[in-house]
């Protein structure tokens, strides 16, 4: 198994930029892909982007690509999510979530962090 932290979500205003952290327990982080994901007020979740176990290739969804980064250290046994030229629209809870190789789904999930972004 792996348990999820993430860091690093705040107030910024429309334009700024934030980095997501979210940490992984273990040592088998490197077995699992990773995603984001965020939820607004009323919504339901959406996904954001995904990481390989190594790191490559990456995929974001359109909405964001060009502005939204996901990475990934294993030796630190975190992946980022680095967001520029962010939109009040952007404001949501951001969790991240780990996918075993060959699996359909994310299995683990972590608490998420709040990102508001203002006007």
């Known amino acids: 198994q792996v348990q999820l932290v993430e860091s690093g979500g705040g107030l910024v205003q429309a334009g700024g930029s934030l980095r997501l952290s979210c940490a992984a327990s273990g040592r088998t982080f490197s077995s699992y892909a990773m995603g984001w994901f965020r939820q607004a007020p009323g919504k339901e979740r959406e996904f954001v982007a995904a990481i390989s176990r190594s790191g490559g290739p990456t995929y974001s969804v359109d909405i964001v690509k060009g502005r939204f980064t996901i990475s990934r250290d294993n030796d630190k046994n975190t992946v980022y999510l680095q967001m520029n030229s962010l939109k009040p629209e952007d404001t949501a809870v951001y969790s991240c979530?780990?996918?075993?190789?060959?699996?359909?789904?994310?299995?683990?999930w972590g608490q998420g962090t709040q990102v508001t972004v203002s006007s």
């Open positions: 979530a780990a996918r075993s190789s060959g699996s359909l789904r994310y299995t683990y």
